[in-house]
């Protein structure tokens, strides 16, 4: 990259670069390992303990948990991390502690409204997902989840939005082995009747770790009684409104998905969906974590100089790419091996959905920093458009490839749809908000892509020696420019040396 490059970062301030990048997901993406590891094994035990058909069953119950605290929690988790992230900035102590007090109060109210949703809902929800009300009362059981899933998220809101990074990456991973002990615990004493009771379990204990970690900064104080101060909430209710119709949308995607695979073959195919689609996640998931909580409030305070934002955005896609192809050439390489050791045989099943859909996690990786954009302008409703076209494209791309190729064929779709995906939000948001990828980055993932491209190649190949040696050789490739990059645009590269040379004296 050129010097005008490296002086337009230093220009745009430390926050642009990929000093800064690289920091916030070495500290949050190292916790996401932890949680990536715990998934993993959890997931293994799961399957040899409840089998194919438990994990569809699991994956449906958590899903409909996740419709309902969308459709309940008003944004409470995005729109009050903005604010509470404004007011820190320039607040008093005191400031602080009153906007806690009143984001706690409308998140309060909105947990207690999804309890009473998912106890209303508990018959809908039966019917949808397994064709009859016999399920009933398990999903009335399951009505704290979405409750207690709306309160977390204020209280991490409260740790993102007051800039308290390692509370939060501490409380990540310990929620991530709690969650670990609870599942492989319960479903060792229960089997498949298990999957109510790990779903309440472990949402409540990681609730119990958020709000151990909050109220120590801030004691639990909550002011339901005064309709004065809860109005003064009503501008992060109206800005969260439209972010989560938007995953309701997205949640109904899914379950529209889900419910259709079900019908057409079985719970049991929808578990290796599932599992299929956790495999493809899982490995990148750091990365995307590590923005969240990092990327969003740093574009937020740049959208006001749009070559600042601009630059912000275009580090963010940079780092994305270099730190993702090479763990996703790995990982499609060592694939068999991979769902051999953390499923059962009967998962293998799984591996042609996975090759076709790992370019979904590509394409999500360079445009997702661009998506943020209307959220950081605070224009809510032009991204649930975008977002609920993109529902409308995911249903029929992967509905379509399920009903012509299977599990792969719905891979496929995926894969589709996130291309479609990544073309609207550059040309919509590119018009809007005057957003231009740089020719460098462009260049970059073009090469990284071309890259991944070949490597999935490589793990179709029957020919073990071939398929291997060529996707390890990829796999350097792919390392060997992305330590090029990080070696020419930050000091890391020297620091690493610096303490080798240290180590040898």
Same mark, same amino acid.
């Given at each position: 990259m050129s010097e005008t490059t490296t002086k337009r970062d230093a220009a745009a301030g430390d926050e642009a670069g990929y000093g800064h990048v690289l920091k916030a997901t070495g500290l949050l993406g190292g916790v996401q390992v932890v949680s990536m590891l715990a998934s993993l094994?959890?997931?293994?035990?799961?399957?040899?303990?409840?089998?194919?058909?438990? $994990?569809? !069953?699991?994956?449906?119950?958590?899903?409909s948990c996740?419709?309902?605290?969308?459709?309940?929690?008003?944004? $409470?988790?995005?729109?009050? $991390?903005?604010?509470?992230?404004?007011?820190? &900035?320039?607040g008093s102590p005191r400031a602080v502690a009153h906007e806690v007090r009143?984001?706690?109060?409308?998140?309060?109210?909105?947990?207690?409204?999804?309890?009473?949703?998912?106890?209303?809902?508990?018959?809908?929800?039966?019917?949808?997902?397994?064709?009859?009300?016999e399920a009933t009362g398990q999903f009335a059981l399951l009505a704290p989840v979405p409750a207690m899933a709306t309160l977390s998220a204020g209280e991490l809101a409260v740790l993102k939005g007051t800039r308290r990074l390692g509370r939060l990456a501490a409380v990540s991973g310990l929620g991530?082995?709690?969650?670990?002990?609870?599942?492989?615990?319960?479903?060792?004493?229960?089997? @498949?009747?298990?999957?109510?009771?790990?779903?309440?379990?472990?949402?409540?204990?990681?609730?119990?770790?958020?709000?151990?970690?909050?109220?120590?900064?801030?004691?639990?104080?909550?002011?339901?009684?005064?309709?004065?101060?809860?109005?003064?909430? @009503?501008? !992060?209710?109206?800005?969260?409104?439209?972010y989560i119709v938007a995953g309701v949308v997205t949640s109904a995607a899914e379950m529209i998905v889900r419910t259709f695979v079900a019908r057409r073959a079985s719970v049991a195919e929808v578990g290796l969906y599932a599992a299929g689609l956790m495999l493809t996640v899982t490995c990148t998931r750091f990365?995307? @974590?590590? @923005?969240?909580? &990092?990327?969003?409030?740093?574009?937020?305070?740049?959208?006001? &100089?749009?070559?600042?934002?601009?630059?912000?955005?275009?580090?963010?896609? &940079?780092?994305?790419v270099l730190l993702m192809t090479p763990l996703l050439l790995l990982f499609v390489t060592a694939l068999p091996l991979v769902v051999h050791i953390l499923y059962t045989p009967a998962f293998m099943a799984v591996c042609p959905m996975v090759l076709c859909a790992v370019s979904y996690m590509f394409f999500k990786a360079v445009y997702t920093p661009v998506a943020y954009l209307p959220l950081a302008h605070a224009h809510s409703w032009l991204y649930l458009c975008v977002e609920g076209a993109y529902d409308v494209v995911f249903c029929?791309?992967?509905?379509?490839?399920?009903?012509?190729?299977?599990?792969?064929?719905?891979?496929?779709?995926?894969?589709?749809?996130?291309?479609?995906?990544?073309?609207?939000?550059?040309?919509?948001?590119?018009?809007? +908000?005057?957003?231009?990828?740089?020719?460098?980055?462009?260049?970059?993932?073009?090469?990284? +892509?071309?890259l991944l491209l070949a490597g999935v190649a490589a793990a179709w190949q029957a020919d073990a020696p071939l398929r291997y040696g060529a996707g390890l050789a990829l796999v350097l490739a792919s390392a060997a420019l992305s330590w090029r990059l990080l070696a020419r645009?930050?000091?890391?590269?020297?620091?690493?040396?610096?303490?080798?040379?240290?180590?040898?004296?």
């Open positions: 094994v959890r997931n293994k035990c799961t399957a040899l303990l409840i089998g194919a058909a438990g $994990m569809g !069953m699991a994956d449906l119950y958590a899903r996740d419709l309902v605290g969308n459709l309940t929690s008003f944004g $409470m988790g995005f729109s009050s $991390m903005r604010r509470l992230a404004a007011v820190a &900035d320039g009143l984001v706690r109060s409308w998140v309060l109210l909105a947990a207690l409204f999804g309890l009473a949703a998912g106890l209303l809902l508990s018959p809908v929800l039966s019917l949808t997902t397994t064709g009859g009300y991530a082995l709690s969650t670990l002990v609870v599942s492989v615990a319960l479903y060792v004493w229960l089997g @498949m009747r298990g999957v109510v009771p790990v779903l309440l379990a472990s949402t409540a204990a990681l609730l119990a770790l958020q709000l151990r970690a909050t109220t120590r900064l801030y004691p639990y104080r909550v002011g339901l009684r005064s309709p004065r101060f809860l109005r003064r909430g @009503m501008a !992060m209710v109206r800005l969260g409104s439209a990365v995307f @974590m590590a @923005m969240d909580a &990092d990327f969003f409030p740093r574009l937020s305070a740049a959208v006001a &100089d749009r070559r600042r934002a601009n630059a912000t955005i275009n580090r963010q896609v &940079d780092a994305c029929l791309c992967v509905v379509t490839g399920y009903s012509l190729g299977g599990l792969a064929g719905a891979g496929l779709g995926l894969s589709v749809a996130n291309l479609a995906d990544l073309l609207v939000v550059s040309l919509v948001y590119g018009r809007r +908000y005057g957003f231009r990828y740089e020719g460098a980055t462009l260049r970059r993932c073009a090469v990284q +892509y071309a645009e930050t000091d890391l590269v020297a620091r690493l040396k610096a303490r080798l040379r240290r180590g040898r004296r």
